[in-house]
């Protein structure tokens, strides 16, 4: 059994990125691909959404403000119609207590406000990821 576990641990995580920021979405990518993981990324929450449902990450980052469909109502999605869905971690420069309070309310494993120092995400990444 200890076996099946090393080799489960040993797999390269597959995280989806959801921000509609070109920025933010490479410094992440390169940051993530640096220690092994395989990046899939999506701009907008409706591609988020499809491409969780045909990809099934490990783990999704995402961003709260984005065009056609906002974090929260991926979230929400997310963990309404998953039997197994992914970890998810929301980011935000929005400083609003209750939009946490919210996101926490709806199932989110992590929630992170922007400009964030890099190190933070990764220990939340390898944290969620059981690294």
Known sequence: MAKDTKAESDKKKRILLVDDD????????????????????ARDGNQGLA???REDPDLVILDMMMPKRSGFLVLEKLRRTRE???????????EG???KAY?????VDDYIRKPFPMDR???SVDRLLGL
């Open 121 to 123: 995400l990764m220990a």
């Open 97 to 99: 207590s209750r939009h």
């Open 84 to 94: 197994n869905p992914p970890r998810i971690i929301m980011i935000t420069a929005n």
């Open 22 to 41: 070109a920025e933010i979405i490479e410094s992440l990518r390169l940051a993530l691909q640096a220690k092994g993981h395989e990046i899939l990324v």
């Open 51 to 53: 491409i969780t449902e």
């Open 103 to 107: 996101a926490e309310m709806l199932g």
